[in-house]
């Protein structure tokens, strides 16, 4: 196994603070998006100190491209995806210590937006690449760097990589969201619904005339919140839970609302099938539209990502736990994690063994004054080239 040290001669603590600050002044919020500012940024940074690897932009959506960058191997092994997102939250309305923009580097630690989440980790695994090339390492199988758009809200980028064809022959991915560097192996799934109640509107002071749109929905939430869904507990994960986040109807006091709408979140564990709660989703919603004359439902599904599960005595995860300990010093935890992660689409719809690793702990993400350690940066960037350099062997 390569030691950590050997990739760390070969890029220094500068370049990496550099390139991360970097990332973090050009400007990515999510919502609108328009990550291609940064990815063309990436693009010419690597092309400048990668002459040999394939790198190209996947156009998405106007104003939206993922990176792609291969490195080459013997083809002897299959490849291994390093994946961090291109795009941030927005900084709120919050006054912050420094510019979200600034990549100001103070104390020791990097601040700005993206700086933990994950422009930092995508600045870790880019120069983790160049290590290698710069080491002359001879990988037996490509070295691929994913950094995609919109993970922040539908994860449009990572499926339109798994859409066209990306992972084939991809034998393990790195998911670079904050773990502390510890490595998260589960995290839930989760289903988003657009729930509508249609109705026949009237004047209000005649509702027997009308269909009121509201009444029924709330009572379908009710049930919803109510129901008991099958579940075998996941040791490293909370239960499902139900969430209704938005809702809204009616348009004036006196008028009998013909529309109502609500969106719900549902967060998975592995074992549960999206088509079976769809459908219990519609056959609740079905029930409470025979019981209300006049009024019928419509469900939509608005966003759709699978559970992420890989068993901790993997092959991948066995390797990855040994290249943790030589670079932290410890052995790492295994764990699970509460949020979703682009592992969701790359890995969870492939079947793909992965890992989400990352630097900085994940309570800073989409923080105000969100920041990261240039310690644990450093320390993400040996463990990423480490790993790739072990598994392709």
């Known amino acids: 196994?390569?030691?950590?040290?050997?990739?760390?001669?070969?890029?220094?603590?500068?370049?990496?603070?550099?390139l991360a600050g970097d990332l973090v002044r050009i400007r990515s919020y999510n919502p609108p998006g328009e990550e291609a500012p940064v990815a063309g940024f990436l693009r010419e940074f690597l092309a400048a100190r990668l002459p040999a690897a394939e790198i190209l932009l996947q156009p998405v959506a106007p104003e939206r491209a993922n990176l792609v960058a291969r490195l080459r191997g013997g083809?002897?092994?299959?490849?291994?995806?390093?994946?961090?997102?291109?795009?941030?939250v927005p900084p709120g309305s919050a006054p912050w210590a420094f510019d979200p923009l600034s990549g100001h580097v103070a104390e020791g630690r990097i601040h700005g937006r993206g700086a933990l989440d994950t422009k930092g980790s995508l600045a870790a695994m880019a120069l983790a690449i160049v290590a290698i090339s710069r080491a002359g390492v001879q990988l037996a199988g490509d070295l691929i760097l994913l950094a995609t758009v919109d993970e922040e809200s539908g994860g449009l980028g990572a499926r339109t990589y798994v859409e066209s064809g990306g992972m084939r022959g991809v034998g393990a991915a790195v998911i670079g969201e904050p773990t502390s560097l510890d490595l998260v192996i589960a995290h839930r799934g989760a289903l988003w619904l657009e729930i509508t109640a249609h109705g026949k509107a009237a004047h209000g002071a005649m509702p027997q005339e009308g269909a009121n749109a509201i009444l029924p929905l709330a009572a379908l939430l009710g049930?919803?919140?109510?129901?008991?869904?099958?579940?075998?507990?996941?040791?490293?994960?909370?239960?499902?839970?139900?969430?209704?986040?938005?809702?809204?109807?009616?348009?004036?006091?006196?008028?009998?609302?013909?529309?109502?709408?609500?969106?719900?979140?549902?967060?998975?564990?592995?074992?549960?099938?999206h088509r079976f709660l769809l459908d219990e989703v519609c056959r609740l919603a079905a029930a409470e539209a025979a019981a209300t004359p006049g009024v019928r439902f419509e469900v939509q599904v608005t966003n759709d990502k699978p559970p992420l599960v890989t068993t901790g005595d993997a092959p991948f995860v066995q390797v990855a736990i040994a290249v943790a300990e030589q670079v932290l010093g410890r052995i790492p935890s295994l764990r699970g994690a509460p949020y979703l992660t682009d592992g969701s689409l790359l890995a969870g719809t492939t079947g793909t063994?992965?890992?989400?690793?990352?630097?900085?702990?994940?309570?800073?993400?989409?923080?105000?004054?969100?920041?990261?350690?240039?310690?644990?940066?450093?320390?993400?960037?040996?463990?990423?080239?480490?790993?790739?350099?072990?598994?392709?062997?």
Request: proline residues 9%; hydrophobic residues 45%; glycine residues 8%.
């Open 1 to 18: 196994m390569a030691a950590a040290t050997e990739f760390a001669g070969h890029v220094s603590e500068q370049e990496l603070v550099g």
């Open 353 to 393: 063994p992965a890992i989400v690793c990352g630097p900085g702990p994940q309570q800073m993400a989409h923080q105000v004054d969100e920041s990261l350690a240039v310690d644990e940066l450093a320390r993400a960037f040996q463990f990423y080239a480490a790993l790739a350099a072990a598994y392709l062997q």
């Open 75 to 88: 083809g002897a092994r299959p490849s291994l995806l390093l994946c961090a997102h291109l795009d941030t």
């Open 223 to 273: 049930r919803l919140s109510n129901a008991a869904f099958p579940y075998d507990p996941h040791p490293l994960l909370a239960p499902p839970t139900l969430n209704v986040g938005m809702i809204g109807g009616g348009t004036k006091i006196n008028i009998v609302p013909d529309r109502c709408s609500a969106s719900i979140d549902l967060r998975t564990v592995p074992g549960q099938s």
